[in-house]
């Protein structure tokens, strides 16, 4: 059985995306056989349980790491929080010998002398020490081709390198309530097309082309609808946009109901950035895929890397004008139905179990044994 001791500096649990990933990783590699330890810094946080906010099996265990909760002041306070978690957290793995450290971070690299580690790739990495500090990875595991593409650029050897496209729970989706009970449940307007975004309202995840897209939909009685970003952040997206319904963070476990309510579901990732663009594996695709909802998504090749025109209705990135054009396509299109089928069709690929197999998988093969 392999022991997994997975290292990440966040706080747990967390509303961010980041957190949801980790904690159905850390489930879904302790069902295909590993002995599960999640590794997280003793910082404050929501005060909830995270095996119920996540919604999660309790088959594997989260031990929190103590150190100086300084964050909060800036890039030095972080620093020194990230390098004395990444210390103490590989001398509390080293105490099991054997075991593999999988993480996210670079500073657990550093300190690596005696331990097998596997890295998770989700951005790519300017800084030239962070850069060597990866290479101390036993493998890598990418969440995109475009971000292995750029690895392979920036020195990596391909053969160490995994991709492995982020997933969902197929379990959430197999009960469904019907659009009026999820639109009550919302506080929504039962006599208006709804066109929904989930996920965070960082710059590169193009919410505000949708945004602006939304001036162009108001004559047709279109109510555009966000879910999440932080207080502040929809504090300050209502005042800029206000014929926008700004719903803030909703918990993880209600994301399969609350995306019933939509008529359509927009993906509208930037093509400025090459996170969005090229690197990322956002979470919201493939709960989007399993919804049921058609959806409109924006033509850049990270998201083409799993679905395409056969499954959604695409438009221009950052471009207002092209998304409100998708959006009336979207609503009126005859094929809908087959879209949204074939999207169910092909997400099946991509749950966090089969994540988890392969990436168990990957490690076997690097490690050259067939129990660790």
């Avoid at 999660?56 to 030095?76: C, H, M, Y």
């Avoid at 502040?232 to 209502?238: C, L, S, T, Y």
Wanted: net charge positive; aromatic share 10%; charged share 25%.
């Amino acid at each position: 059985m392999t022991r997994l001791f997975y290292i990440a500096n966040m706080r747990f649990p967390t509303e961010r995306a980041h957190g949801i990933q980790v904690a159905k990783m850390c489930e879904a590699f302790a069902r295909n056989g590993a002995r599960v330890t999640l590794l997280v810094p003793d910082r404050k946080t929501l005060s909830t349980d995270p095996f119920s906010y996540y919604g999660l099996e309790r088959n594997f265990t989260v031990e929190k790491v103590q150190v100086p909760d300084v964050v909060s002041f800036g890039a030095i306070g972080f620093f020194i929080e990230s390098f004395l978690f990444a210390r103490r957290a590989i001398r509390h793995a080293n105490k099991e010998q054997g075991s593999i450290v999988y993480t996210r971070e670079e500073w657990p690299l550093f300190f690596l002398p005696d331990q097998v580690a596997f890295y998770e790739a989700h951005q790519l990495r300017k800084s030239r020490f962070f850069r060597g500090l990866i290479k101390q990875a036993k493998g890598i595991v990418s969440i995109s081709q475009g971000l292995k593409d750029a690895l392979v650029l920036a020195g990596y050897l391909e053969g160490k390198i995994l991709v492995a496209h982020d997933g969902y729970d197929e379990k959430q989706f197999v009960e469904r309530i019907s659009k009026s009970e999820a639109r009550t449940r919302l506080v929504l307007p039962q006599d208006r097309k709804i066109v929904m975004y989930v996920g965070g309202l960082e710059a590169w995840k193009g919410v505000e082309t949708l945004c602006q897209a939304a001036l162009f939909l108001k004559a047709d009685g279109i109510q555009v609808v966000v879910i999440g970003g932080t207080g502040e952040e929809k504090k300050r997206f209502e005042k800029r946009y206000p014929l926008i319904t700004f719903l803030g963070a909703r918990p993880y476990v209600e994301l399969p109901q609350n995306l019933q309510a939509a008529d359509i579901l927009v993906l509208p990732n930037s093509a400025t950035s090459e996170l969005g663009s090229k690197f990322t594996s956002p979470l919201k695709l493939f709960a989007y895929m399993a919804s049921g909802v058609p959806m409109v998504m924006a033509n850049v090749p990270v998201l083409k890397e799993v679905v395409g025109s056969t499954q959604a209705i695409l438009f221009m990135p950052d471009d207002p004008h092209s998304l409100a054009n998708a959006i009336g396509k979207a609503l009126d299109d005859p094929e809908a139905a087959q879209r949204t089928q074939a999207a169910k069709d092909m997400v099946k690929d991509f749950t966090w179990d089969k994540r988890a197999k392969n990436v168990l998988a990957y490690i076997t093969q690097l490690c050259g044994t067939e129990s660790l």
